[in-house]
């Protein structure tokens, strides 16, 4: 049984710096590709990032502000943000997929899905 568990949100001010982390079980890791998606109240769910070896990719509002990581010996993929603003403020999803050659943004295609972590960000 596949489990992603995701930790690390909470309410932080503008310009501070978080560290989300999504433990992952019941999957070889290290084939998955990993990814963060983010959904505000009233908006679609919006990719974040996501890590395929260990090769980042990036949405454009948050290029040069976060960074994606994985540990394969800790089945363990982060999410280091930084200069956080209020628009980051969503709850962020972790995801994982078989690795595959579909692009890694569209969250349709990612298979297991954690419960979320709330990130705020206040003014």
């Known amino acids: 049984q596949v489990q992603l568990v995701e930790s690390g949100g909470g309410l932080v001010q503008a310009g501070d710096s978080l560290r989300l982390s999504c433990a992952a079980s019941?999957?070889?890791?290290?084939?998955?590709?990993m990814g963060w998606f983010r959904q505000a109240p009233g908006k679609e769910r919006e990719f974040v990032a996501a890590v395929r070896w260990n090769v980042g990719v990036y949405g454009d509002a948050v290029t040069g502000r976060f960074a994606i990581s994985r540990d394969n010996t800790k089945n363990t993929v982060y999410l280091q943000m930084n200069i956080l603003k209020p628009e980051d403020t969503a709850v962020y999803y972790c995801a994982a997929r078989p690795r595959n050659g579909l692009t890694l943004l569209e969250a349709r295609s990612y298979g297991y899905w954690g419960q979320g972590t709330q990130v705020t960000v206040s003014s």
């Open positions: 019941g999957v070889t890791f290290n084939s998955y590709d």
